[in-house]
């Protein structure tokens, strides 16, 4: 079984509300965070499938269940792991943590894009460098 | 049938990101947009709630589909419903439009806690406010 | 005398810090609503000029004193003045209020630049309608 | 002398615009960033000043030059230094890397407030801790 991506930062101060915790908006910026770090470790930035490709991730849904709050300086630990990928999907879960503390569980699903916003299929490059040895997949 | 709130501004530059739409995590500060809006229509600010009270509208859970995308300027309509209210749990479901499209649709769970953190009940003038029975009178 | 463009907006809970006030990097993307709103006033959006001349208002300089603490719910005016104007470099002043409380004062200074980084001129059409020598008219 | 000092972590896609660079905000999120690191670095978390002290920096100014435009993923390098000390103001200063690039210079000023709002001295510990052997105070 292949280990979840682990993303580590602090909370910043911008990222806290006036009741004194993380305003919940931000947890899908750290789901990004995430999901950068996943692609990175698996020997690409997604900055190349959008620069080199013109192939685009755009968000199809987002969800997320907050169990307990964020508060600045917290040691936040992202664990990022791809639950489907297709020719034009790819979903990816996220736990987030301080400590022992799971203070967040989200999902995002995404369809590829071209630069004129309509789906187009994912790039073989990408698709083989996300499936690796150890991502489920949809295409075996 | 009461009508949904609708709340009524432009993109900011800001919302952007490279991909030349809204970033995706700017759709739920927009429905924090739309439900202070409709408790300023109900009769309160949720300012108020909080700083009279010290109760609290915690976000449990929140999701969102993204079906075309927002772009700067864009005149945006946040149409708001409270699906569903208790002594302890507010729901609010979201339709957020530019002109006759649908861009995205969602819905925030929210609990009330104290300033402890704590689930506490929502108190009862906010409660009947919300349920539209108590509509702000000094009469009665 | 020209009065300054006014842009009027409420503080979203998202713009508020642990301190219980808008965090001040916010207090920037005010002032864009401001100057966004000034090129609309002056008869165009910011949005053409990019999307039709691929000239970009690159932020060079910003700068901003904060008087007084903006709150969640607060009624603010922005008050966007054009205080330098040439082929290369345009420059706007600020002051953002609430009733009658002057909250900060900022300037940003921009460059014009092309889809490539370098800059270039601004296009005749919009420098024409920014000197405000060429308000709209069908019959001219 | 003493060095700045340095904050690393790399640009999020929540941070650029439509302009494919990082939103002029941002860099003052950055330069939190930069001052939080600064703190921890001279024993203390500027959350326990908060939290125990009562004590806040509030912001009074911020200044930013931009020289060259950030881009998604890149290696951010923010190094801070203390400009200015005493009991009632603090002063950073910064400066924003990639690799050798210097991306922006910026500064803020910071009065020490109390949870009222008004001013008030700095808690002696605290002025200690930032002053250290290799920092500038006009205490002296």
Redesign the interface.
Same mark, same amino acid.
């Given at each position: 079984m292949r280990q979840p991506t682990e993303s580590r930062?602090?909370v910043?101060?911008?990222e806290? *509300?006036?009741?004194?915790?993380v !305003? !919940? +908006?931000?947890y899908?910026?750290w789901m990004?965070?995430g999901r950068?770090d996943f692609c990175r470790e698996r020997g690409f930035?997604? =900055?190349e499938m959008?620069g080199e490709e013109k192939a685009?991730l755009?968000? +199809?849904? +987002?969800?997320?269940?907050?169990m307990a709050?964020a =508060?600045? *300086?917290n040691e936040i630990v992202v664990e990022t792991e791809m639950t489907r990928l297709n020719r034009r999907v790819v979903e990816f879960s996220y736990k987030i943590k301080t400590g022992s503390t799971l203070l967040a569980e989200g999902r995002?699903v995404h369809v590829v894009i071209g630069p004129d916003?309509r789906p187009r299929q994912m790039p073989e490059r990408y698709l083989k460098l996300l499936q690796d040895k150890g991502a489920p997949s949809e295409n075996h």
């Open positions: 930062f602090r910043r101060y911008a806290t *509300d006036q009741m004194g915790v !305003y !919940y +908006a931000n899908l910026v990004e965070v950068s930035s997604y =900055r959008e685009y755009a968000v +199809a849904e +987002a969800n997320c269940r907050y709050p =508060r600045y *300086d995002t916003g």
